[in-house]
């Protein structure tokens, strides 16, 4: 809940526990004596803290600031709702009791405070599985919380891809900051991002970063700056992608963002959202540093329609514009966008729409069976549009688990950023339509669509009939 209800459903639930807890087994009207106390002048005397092992006490009092300017019984307890809320964000307490009672006797106007924690363990062990540009991998995290007793976390994370992608990074974040609203993070990582089956080549990346966040995690700040190395990873490689190769320097700023109003998140039937990631990159000098700007936005729209029918409009677009001297050259194949796929383009193989290089085989060399003839170059403008009509199935037990149905047009199109003027960018769109069945996972939707291309580029790999899917982006 929100707004003047939410605060009332707090209330409540806030007095039924004290109530609880005060009135045993004999008759006590405690909501009675609140509400003709809770007017009245009352300040808090001190703050006491108890069952922090490991927090330091300064960590658990830094939330209670406001309490100080609290002037009766009812500011009291509207802030330490408010506190009861700002400790649970720093996820290191398994319970918070906190207890007003009288203060000194010699002033009736004076209350103590008494905060009891139970703190969490401090080791926990995840793992988990995601698929990305068409590579399943798998993740373990380690995490040590609140070793130091600052409400820090301590996070080791390595994940292993089936087509030999690896990842490692160790990083460090605090949560509220200084009290506020505000989390800070740093990191160092290693990768290794294969891109072989599509792009002949092999990413490699080492460096560290530094982030904040705030607004609850809507809006994001960071610094990376990293050793960047694009690998040939196969002798057939296209000429496009072998100029790729060699070394580069990573270093700039970004800031992302996140807007969501939806009634749910995986599926949702009312509201909107939208993320974005803005990235300048460039702060340095020398001819291997990287200079680009680079920005990426993503929105979805919910209606719905006559039940049990869902309107659901959703799309994407992105420019990569290089900056400095190096504007008529090629942009990194790393930092550009590619398009196709159940996230961005059905009917379409995994980027398999938009700028191709061909591969080299020999003259009477036959392609192998399950390669393809081409590499996938991306583009440095790109945009895609998703238009579907949902709908629940009579089916009870596809009901219950969220597999539904669903009717759609989809169109999109990634171009170079140099000699594509806006017609010749509108007029290279792909169409498709289809329909299909979707079920809805925490990590992503797992789709079968029957897919018709309405239009295709030359050189794409479209993928009309039966397609499977993964989809790791909700909006």
Not at 72 to 88: G, M, N, P, R, Y
Not at 165 to 170: D, G, K, P, R, T
Not at 361 to 381: K, M
Not at 394 to 405: A, C, E, R, S, Y
Request: net charge neutral; with cysteine; hydrophobic share 35%.
């Amino acid at each position: 809940m929100d707004g003047a209800d939410g605060k009332e459903s707090r209330e409540g639930n806030y007095l039924d526990k004290v109530e609880e807890e005060m009135d045993r087994g004999k008759h006590y009207d405690f909501k009675a004596e609140y509400l003709e106390a809770r007017e009245k002048s009352c300040r808090v005397n001190q703050v006491v803290v108890r069952g922090n092992d490991r927090t330091k006490p300064n960590t658990i009092l830094q939330e209670f600031q406001g309490v100080s300017k609290a002037g009766t019984l009812e500011q009291i307890k509207d802030e330490l709702l408010e506190v009861s809320a700002c400790l649970a964000e720093l996820d290191i307490f398994r319970e918070v009791d906190i207890l007003v009672d009288a203060g000194p006797e010699e002033n009736s106007e004076l209350a103590d405070l008494y905060v009891t924690v139970a703190e969490k363990n401090i080791a926990s062990f995840s793992t988990g599985t995601y698929i990305q540009g068409g590579e399943g991998s798998v993740e373990a995290t380690i995490s040590l919380r609140n070793l130091l007793g600052h409400a820090e976390v301590f996070q080791g994370n390595a994940s292993f891809g089936s087509q030999k992608s690896n990842a490692y990074a160790l990083g460090v974040r605090r949560p509220r900051w200084g009290g506020i609203d505000t989390e800070v993070n740093a990191q160092a990582f290693q990768s290794s991002r294969s891109h072989e089956k599509l792009s002949s080549y092999v990413e490699w990346m080492r460096g560290v970063s530094l982030g904040m966040k705030i607004g609850g995690g809507n809006h994001g700040f960071n610094y990376e700056a990293a050793l960047r190395e694009i690998q040939i990873a196969s002798p057939r490689v296209s000429e496009e992608v072998r100029k790729q190769g060699g070394h580069s320097f990573k270093s700039g700023v970004g800031y992302t963002f996140m807007y969501d109003q939806r009634d749910h998140p995986i599926r949702p039937t009312n509201g909107a959202a939208a993320q974005g990631k803005l990235d300048l990159t460039g702060l340095g000098i020398g001819p291997g540093v990287e200079k680009y700007l680079r920005q990426q936005v993503k929105w979805q729209v919910c209606r719905p329609l006559v039940e049990p029918f869902v309107l659901d409009v959703r799309g994407q677009w992105g420019v990569l514009l290089p900056l400095g001297q190096g504007w008529d050259k090629p942009t990194c194949i790393s930092e550009r966008f590619f398009l196709g796929g159940p996230g961005s383009l059905r009917g379409f193989a995994v980027n398999g729409a938009g700028p191709m290089g061909d591969r080299k085989f020999g003259t009477r060399e036959v392609v192998p069976l399950g390669q393809q003839a081409t590499d996938a170059l991306g583009g440095d403008l790109m945009c895609s549009l998703i238009t579907s009509l949902t709908f629940d199935l009579p089916n009870k037990l596809m009901k219950t688990v969220g597999i539904h149905g669903h009717v759609f047009l989809n169109g999109g199109n990634v171009v170079p950023l140099l000699n594509c003027g806006p017609r010749t960018f509108l007029e290279g769109f792909r169409w498709s339509a289809g329909f299909g069945l979707v079920l809805p996972t925490r990590v992503g939707r797992l789709e079968v669509n029957y897919c018709h291309v309405l239009k295709q580029g030359a050189k794409d790999e479209a993928k009309r009939g039966i397609q499977f899917g993964f989809d790791c982006n909700y909006i």
